[in-house]
């Protein structure tokens, strides 16, 4: 089964770009095929993997506008494809909203390259709005980072429900992947948190261990490259390896 990811949190600076940069990256060490997909009008993941967002003439926001326009897929950087995204797709929510069945475009364009990829990870934007509709319309499964932070675990209940009112409208068969506890702290409101955490949400999905939080990841992005090659020995590794395994499951 071809696996469609989205990595979803209306909330911003959880690390959903980190996430599906690196998990995309140590799926393609494990011998998978991956895509990652940028809907975020910041286009960070863009970024992340080496592209010039303001330099692109073709992102996704083209196949999303204009039907029967193919994806510009941008070819092996490290070992993954990506779609990418910049400032333009704001304009094109907004273009989104005359649209007949707007909700489909993403996945209508998604559709001719999924045979090709045995994962495609989409990076939302950090919002409730059209572009993260379109993406968990897409999506299989929906994977959420979730920062250790109390502010970060109040919102979730406005997550589960965004996820539940698609379910019910749009893609009855969607299935949460997992939940990332990010930007892990060790101090004692992150384990209350990832605590909470645990006892609220293991019933509805596998908790992961936590991502701590390292300037590493950071560093990592500023160089354009996942943190398994800036860093091949940093402790975040093995979790994000256990993260990929989990996936291969689903």
């Given at each position: 089964m071809h696996k469609v990811i989205a990595i979803f949190n209306q909330a911003g600076g959880v690390c959903k770009t980190?996430?599906?940069?690196n998990l995309g990256y140590h799926l393609a060490?494990?011998?998978?095929?991956?895509l990652l997909v940028d809907v975020d009008p910041q286009g960070s993941l863009t970024t992340f993997m080496g592209l010039e967002p303001h330099e692109l003439e073709q992102t996704?926001?083209?196949?999303i506008l204009e039907e029967d326009t193919a994806l510009p897929i941008h070819h092996n950087l490290h070992q993954m494809d990506l779609v990418p995204a910049n400032?333009?797709?704001?304009?094109?929510?907004?273009?989104?909203?005359?649209?007949?069945?707007r909700?489909?475009?993403?996945?209508?364009?998604?559709e001719p390259e999924i045979t090709h990829y045995d994962f495609i990870?989409?990076?939302?934007?950090?919002?409730?709005?059209?572009?993260?509709?379109?993406?968990?319309?897409?999506?299989?499964?929906?994977?959420?980072?979730i920062q250790t932070h109390f502010k970060a675990f109040k919102g979730t209940e406005l997550l589960l429900d965004t996820i539940k009112k698609v379910r019910k409208h749009l893609n009855r068969t969607l299935a949460i992947a997992g939940i990332v506890p990010t930007i892990f702290n060790n101090a004692s409101q992150d384990k209350a948190i990832l605590e909470a955490l645990k006892e609220q949400l293991a019933s509805i999905a596998t908790i992961y261990a936590p991502i701590p939080r390292a300037t590493a990841f950071a560093d990592a992005a500023m160089s354009r490259q996942p943190l398994a090659v800036y860093a091949p020995k940093h402790p975040s590794l093995i979790i994000l390896d256990e993260i990929a395994k989990g996936m291969e499951a689903l």
């Open positions: 980190t996430v599906a940069m060490l494990r011998g998978h095929r991956v996704v926001a083209n196949a400032i333009t797709l704001s304009a094109a929510e907004l273009q989104l909203a005359s649209v007949i069945a909700e489909l475009r993403l996945k209508d364009a998604l990870l989409i990076d939302c934007p950090p919002s409730l709005g059209v572009l993260s509709i379109l993406a968990l319309t897409a999506a299989t499964h929906v994977l959420i980072p």
